[in-house]
């Protein structure tokens, strides 16, 4: 890979973080980072497309998968290694990985219980902890954008539903129908789980890895500052408004120049409950853990 990454995981199945500090990886964390001990600039990605089986998995649709991953890296490295900042970076890749229809954010959502899509995005920059957020929108083209019209131009941190679309259109965001979301792998995902539940009865709430996917990006820039980014359709069959982490700072996604930026991918209620992102970073500052300890 072309790009500086930090990519770091817990050991929990379907829990994963995917963090980036402006310290040296083997530093213990100090309040401010010299601009001698970091990176001139790091990006991390994750694009989350469900659990794929490797006997699903053909020659072709990895290539493909690897294709659009490196496409996302390159599109935020031009942007920081020609002195764009951190949100620029994490904007335009995550805005390339809700425009594929590969990955479970914008194009490429899942589907609900009622066979819409619902999409949940957040943004947070390390150098001001200024955040924005959208949860539960249909008709916004890139989630992500909108997250970063509420950071910029809203008094707010989070807005739902048709207000948070109300809002995208005065902001003047490409909006689309509910339809351009449809893929058929999507969908027939949803087909799959709504027989499942026939069979039984009542609503099949067991996790499948096949439910989840997410993506992500965390940025340093050549300033020093962070800024990390989620974007996701949320899981497959969700129901009554049901969000996960992605739209919520703290669990779903952090920043904090003093320490990391984070986002996550998973099971979103776990993240909520241990709010797992922020936590990362507390880590780092009440601690002084490194990165890799405190994830
Ligand atoms: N965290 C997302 C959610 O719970 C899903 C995922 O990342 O897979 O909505």
């Not at 991953?69 to 995550?94: C, P, R």
């Not at 500052?225 to 408004?241: E, F, M, P, Q």
């Not at 992605?246 to 409950?273: D, K, L, Q």
Request: net charge negative.
């Amino acid at each position: 890979m072309k790009n500086t990454c930090l990519l770091i995981f817990t050991g929990l199945v379907l829990l994963s973080c995917f963090a980036c500090t402006n310290q040296k990886p083997d530093k213990k964390m100090s309040k401010t980072s010299a601009p001698q001990d970091r990176p001139a600039y790091a990006l991390a990605i994750h694009g989350g497309a469900g659990t794929i089986r490797k006997s699903d998995m053909t020659p072709e649709l990895e290539a493909e998968y690897l294709k659009a991953l490196d496409e996302a890296l390159t599109i935020g490295e031009k942007i920081l290694s020609g002195g764009g900042t951190s949100l620029e970076a994490v904007e335009q890749t995550i805005v390339y990985l809700e425009d594929s229809p590969l990955f479970n954010a914008g194009k490429g959502a899942v589907f609900t219980h009622e066979g819409r899509n619902e999409l949940d995005a957040s943004v947070m920059e390390g150098s001001n902890q200024m955040a924005g957020a959208v949860g539960g929108v249909t008709i916004v083209k890139n989630p992500i954008r909108a997250a970063i019209a509420v950071m910029k131009n809203s008094p707010h941190v989070l807005l739902a539903g048709e207000g948070a679309e109300e809002f995208a259109i005065e902001q003047g965001l490409d909006t689309v129908p509910n339809s351009y979301f449809f893929t058929q792998k999507r969908y027939d995902a949803l087909q799959k789980i709504l027989e499942k539940e026939n069979r039984k009865t009542g609503m099949v709430t067991e996790p499948a890895g096949s439910k989840f996917g997410t993506v992500g990006c965390v940025a340093l820039d050549k300033n020093g500052n962070l800024a990390a980014g989620t974007s996701t359709g949320g899981t497959v069959n969700k129901r009554w408004g049901r969000m996960g982490d992605s739209p919520i700072i703290g669990a779903g996604t952090y920043a904090n120049n003093a320490t990391c930026a984070v986002s996550c991918t998973g099971h979103g209620e776990f993240f909520i409950r241990y709010a797992v992102a922020h936590d990362v970073s507390a880590r780092m500052e009440y601690l002084g853990e490194d990165l890799s300890t405190a994830a």
